[in-house]
């Protein structure tokens, strides 16, 4: 077993699979979760078994409370100490404001905030055993500026904000820092829905004219993780290659 572990929500795929990815590149145990994409989420456990990690990967919807606690129990049993958090797990909504609905609220809360309220309060409990601990929040640049028919995802992201710069303060003095990621547009799964022409009209607001890539996200995670980061906390960090 290597020496550090990494717990990471909603892994199968996009930034929480890189994540997963590059932290076992860099000597890290990985726990995850998923919840739809199971084959996905086997591939990736094979991955990173082969890069010399161990993993614990479960199903888990982290809008059922018991799954999600039962996961992060689970990990804290089978790795004893949980170095780093990554709250990754995500979903978007692109719709007018006027036409969401109660259900939609629920989802994207409970997907977005509420289960990283709830695997928070758990894995924190466990930093403070060990009085070292690095949380990293994957946030939203709509969080910071708002996004237009994306607005309860923006608020949700938002709150994502709020708590990290609260959390920071409260547990510096245990040496436990909080910061979030702020991605801009990042090339996954989330944004296939968009049409060419909607992917370009967005890329010309980028001042480095591209999209970014999941890699990207995950090597400022890496680097938040690192002792080198040892400095930085309540920071909400854009990965956005300079959106006008
Ligand atoms: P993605 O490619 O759609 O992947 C989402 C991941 O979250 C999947 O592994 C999915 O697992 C998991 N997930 C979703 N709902 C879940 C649930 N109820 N329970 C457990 N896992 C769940 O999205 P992504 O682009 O990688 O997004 C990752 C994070 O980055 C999100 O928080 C998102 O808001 C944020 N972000 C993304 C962008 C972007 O442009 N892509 C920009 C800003 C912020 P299953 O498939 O197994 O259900």
Known sequence: MKEKT????????????????????????????YNKSEEKAN??????????????CEKADVTNKN??????????????????????????????FIDCNENDYDLIFNTNFKS???????????????KEGKIINISSIWGEIGGSCEVLYSASKSACNGFTKALAKEYGRMNITVNAISPGFIDT???KNLTTKEINEFKENISLNKLGTPNDVAELALFLAN??????????????????
């Open 6 to 33: 990494v717990l990471i929500t909603g892994a199968s795929r996009g930034i929480g699979a890189e994540c997963a990815r590059v932290f076992a590149r860099n000597g890290y145990n990985v726990a995850f979760c």
């Open 43 to 56: 591939e990736l456990k094979n991955e990173l078994i082969n890069l010399g990690s161990d993993v614990y």
């Open 67 to 96: 799954e999600l606690e039962k996961f992060v129990e689970n990990s804290i049993k089978i790795f004893k100490k949980i170095d780093v958090l990554i709250n990754n797990a995500g979903v978007a909504l692109q719709k007018l």
């Open 116 to 130: 990283m309220v709830i695997v928070t309060n758990l894995v924190l409990k466990n930093m403070l055993k060990f």
């Open 189 to 191: 799964d989330m944004n």
């Open 227 to 244: 002792k080198k980061s040892d400095y930085i906390t309540g920071q909400i960090i854009g990965v956005n290659g300079g959106i006008n």
